[in-house]
């Protein structure tokens, strides 16, 4: 049974960041893929980051060069550390898994993915 556990999440200010894990268990990094999405009420849930099977990471527009996605094989961990954070970052992170290799935009689409955590949230003030 996959099981994905999130953490990391809370308030901060404006500017501030914030580092998410997500704790996988019956899930093998060396096959599969992850990623980090996020939701706020009234609109769909949106792809933040992922890693594809070659190990490379994928981000949305909005976060490019300020979020990294990162894996700690060793304790089966994904992470998303989170810079220069601004109130539109505000929202519920999920994590996600799936088992299979995906690559391209694929690796964002929500639908792509059938094991998440319960969320971890994040609001940032300005």
């Known amino acids: 049974q996959v099981q994905l556990v999130e953490s990391g999440g809370g308030s901060v200010q404006s500017g501030g960041s914030l580092s998410l894990s997500c704790a996988a268990s019956?899930?093998?990094?060396?096959?599969?893929?992850m990623a980090w999405f996020r939701q706020v009420p009234g609109k769909a849930r949106e792809g933040v980051a992922a890693i594809d099977c070659d190990g490379s990471a994928r981000y949305a527009d909005s976060v490019k060069g300020r979020f990294t996605i990162s894996q700690d094989y060793a304790k089966n961990t994904l992470f998303l550390q989170m810079n220069s954070l601004i109130p539109e970052d505000t929202a519920m992170y999920y994590c996600?898994?799936?088992?299979?290799?995906?690559?391209?935009?694929?690796?964002?689409?929500?639908?792509?993915?059938?094991?998440w955590g319960r969320g971890t949230q994040v609001t940032v003030s300005s």
């Open positions: 019956g899930y093998s990094y060396s096959s599969d893929c």
């Open positions: 996600a898994a799936v088992k299979g290799c995906l690559f391209g935009p694929r690796l964002l689409f929500t639908y792509a993915y059938n094991y």
